[in-house]
C-alpha cells in the first residue's frame, strides 16, 4: 500500500497507478532455466537426476546434447613426420609463480589460482594472434581424447582464457591437452611437487610447465592436434579451441596409481573411476 501511495505522487504514475510493462511475445524464444550446474555424475549407479554422461543432455541450461561441437573426439594417429616436428605455439611464463591452490572437487585434482600468482608470474600462449591466459590445469583418466581409438592412461588439461585489458574473457577458453603414458620407472618431477588437499601451497622456487612437462621437439613446443569444441563437463559450453599435443609425457604407473586411487575417494568418481 505504501508503493502504491508512493506512485500516486509521481509525476508518471499518479494517474495510471502502474509501471509495469505490458507481457510481451516470446516469437520463438526459449527460456532457459539459470543455475549452479551441480547434481551431475560419472558413475550411472549413482543416486540424482543425472547419472552419467549420457544424461548431461539434461541438465538445465547445458550444451551437452549439442552434435555441433562437442568434445572429446578420436584424433587421427599423427605420422612420424609429424610426430617429431615442433610448432609455432607460443608459451611464455611472465615473471615467477610459486603458489597454487591444491584443489580436490568433486572429480578430480586440480592446480588452481594460476592466473592470480601471488608472486606476479603468469603464464600465457598466443594462438592464432590471440592472447591466452592459463588459469589453471587438472586431469582425466583414462584420457577423454584417444588417438586411432586408443586411451592414454592420463590427460591433463591446461585451461586457458583470453586475455583483455581488464582481466579474462570466460566465454572465450583455450585448452592444452597433454597425453599420459605410464612407460617410465621414474615419477614425472613436475607433478611430484604438487599437493593435493585443498590447501594453497607456495614453493620453495617458481614452477614452470612449459619448461618442466609440456612435451617439446628441439626445446620447442610439440606439434598438436587443433579444433573447435567444448568443455568436457556440464555445462559443455561450445566456446573452447582445442590443442591436443601429439606426442606424451612419460609418467610412472606409481603416479598413475596413485591419481586412480583419489578418485575412489572423490564423490562423483568413487565407483566409476
Known sequence: NEYKHALTTLPQTYKSLTNNRPIQPLNGRVVEFGMHVEGWTYDVTEPGPYKGPADWAQVAGSSCGSTVRQTPIDLPEAPDGVMNAYSDLILTAVGECKSYLGKVNEHTW???????????????????????????????????HTIDGEFSDVEAHFVYAKETSTGVDATDLAVVGIMMEATSSMDNAFLEKFVWDGKT?????????????????????????????????????????????????????????????????????????
Not at 586440480?110 to 594462438?127: H, Q, R, S, T
Open 110 to 144: 586440480k592446480a588452481d589460482n594460476l592466473a592470480a600468482c601471488p608472486e606476479g608470474g603468469k603464464f600465457n600462449m598466443v594462438f592464432e594472434g590471440v592472447m591466452y591466459k592459463m588459469l589453471q590445469f587438472h586431469f582425466h583418466s583414462p584420457s577423454e
Open 201 to 273: 601451497h607456495t614453493m620453495a622456487n617458481a614452477f614452470n610447465p612449459y619448461t618442466e612437462f609440456f612435451p617439446t621437439v628441439h626445446d620447442h613446443p610439440s606439434s598438436y592436434f587443433h579444433y573447435d569444441g567444448s568443455l568436457t563437463t556440464p555445462p559443455c559450453s561450445e566456446i573452447v579451441k582445442w590443442i591436443v599435443m601429439t606426442n606424451p609425457v612419460q609418467i610412472s604407473q606409481k603416479q598413475v596409481n596413485e591419481y586412480k586411487h583419489a578418485l575412489t575417494t572423490l564423490p562423483q568418481t568413487y565407483k566409476s573411476l
